[in-house]
C-alpha cells in the first residue's frame, strides 16, 4: 500500500480554491453583479463598459435638459408678464385718449406708462442661473438700459444671436429669441410703442395712434411664444425617450451582468460547508501516521 507521504499540498490548493470562489460568491452578493471584473466575462464587461457609457451621457442630457426646461417656462412666463403689462398700457392709453382728461391727467397717465416702461426693462432684462436670456448670445451683458437718448427709451446691448444646446445624440435645440427681435423689432418695437404712448399723452397728440401701436407690439409678442411653446413641447418628448434609453440600459445591464443571487448564495452554502468538511479533514490528517495505516 502506497501511502502520500505530502498530501497537505492538494489540499491546501482545494482550500484556496474554494476560498477563492466564496470570495467571488461574496463579492456578487456585495454588488448585484456578477462581471466585477473584465477576466470575469470579458464579452459581457465590453457590453457593460459600454452600456456605463451610455448611461452615463443620458443621465447629463437629462441634467442638462431641466436646466434649460428652467430656463425656457422663465422665458414664457416673462413674456407672459410682458403682454399683460402691455395690455394695462393700452388700457391707461384708451383713458387718456377719451378726450375728458385734461394736460395734467395725461401726464398723470404717462407717469404711470414711465413706470410700466421700467417694468418691461426688467423682464427684458430676465437672467437664469447667471445668464441673460434675451440677450442673444451676448449672456453676460444685460440687454437693456435706459436711455432717454434714444427714440425707444431704451439701449440694447445684445445682439441678434441664438443659442443652442444638445441634449441627445441626434438632438439639439435652439434655447431663445433674442431681445432685438421680441422686444426692438422695427415693425414691433415694445419699447417704442410705449416710448410713442407717453410722448404722446404728454403732448395730447395721436394718442389712438400710439394705443393702436402698443396693442400690435403686444399682439406680436404674444405670438412669439409660440416658440417656447414648441420648445417646451420638445423638451418633454426628448425626456421621455432619455427616460425610455435609461430604462432601457439598466436591463441590458441587469441582463449581462446581473448576479443571480439565489443560485450565489446556494453556492456560496455549499462551498462554506466544503471548506469546513475540507479544514476538518487537514485537522483529521495532521493525527494520523503511518502506523494508523498500517492497522
Do not use: C, W
Amino acid at each position: 500500500m502506497r501511502v502520500n507521504p505530502n498530501p497537505y499540498v492538494d489540499i491546501l490548493a482545494e482550500v484556496a480554491q474554494t476560498q477563492q470562489q466564496i470570495a467571488l460568491d461574496e463579492q456578487q452578493i456585495a454588488t448585484g453583479s456578477s462581471v466585477n471584473q473584465p477576466s470575469d466575462n470579458p464579452a459581457a464587461a465590453a457590453v457593460l463598459s459600454q452600456n456605463a457609457s451610455e448611461t452615463s451621457a443620458a443621465d447629463q442630457f437629462q441634467r442638462s435638459l431641466g436646466s434649460v426646461q428652467g430656463e425656457i417656462q422663465n422665458a414664457d412666463a416673462a413674456l407672459s408678464s410682458v403682454t399683460t403689462s402691455l395690455q394695462q398700457a393700452i388700457s391707461l392709453g384708451v383713458e387718456g385718449a377719451n378726450g375728458t382728461d385734461n394736460a395734467a391727467d395725461r401726464d398723470a397717465i404717462a407717469t404711470q406708462l414711465q413706470g410700466i416702461q421700467s417694468q418691461l426693462i426688467s423682464l427684458a432684462n430676465l437672467s437664469y442661473q447667471g445668464n441673460y436670456v434675451f440677450g442673444g448670445t451676448a449672456t453676460q451683458t444685460t440687454p437693456y438700459i435706459a436711455d432717454p437718448t434714444s427714440p425707444s427709451g431704451v439701449t440694447y446691448q445684445g445682439n441678434s444671436g441664438v443659442n443652442d444646446v444638445t441634449l441627445g445624440e441626434h438632438f439639439s435645440l435652439q434655447t431663445n429669441l433674442p431681445g432685438s427681435q421680441l422686444f426692438s423689432n422695427p415693425s414691433n418695437s415694445v419699447f417704442q410703442s410705449i416710448q410713442d404712448l407717453i410722448t404722446s399723452l404728454q403732448s395730447g397728440n395721436g394718442i389712438e395712434a400710439a394705443v393702436n401701436e402698443v396693442s400690435t407690439a403686444s399682439n406680436y409678442v404674444d405670438a412669439q411664444r409660440v416658440f417656447y411653446g414648441n420648445a417646451l413641447n420638445q423638451l418633454t418628448a426628448q425626456q421621455t425617450y432619455l427616460g425610455t434609453e435609461t430604462t432601457q440600459l439598466a436591463q441590458q445591464q441587469n441582463a449581462e451582468g446581473g448576479a443571480d443571487l439565489t443560485q450565489v448564495i446556494s453556492n456560496l452554502t455549499s462551498e462554506q460547508t466544503s471548506l469546513q468538511a475540507t479544514l476538518a479533514a487537514v485537522a483529521q490528517t495532521a493525527h494520523t501516521n503511518l502506523f494508523e495505516y498500517l492497522k
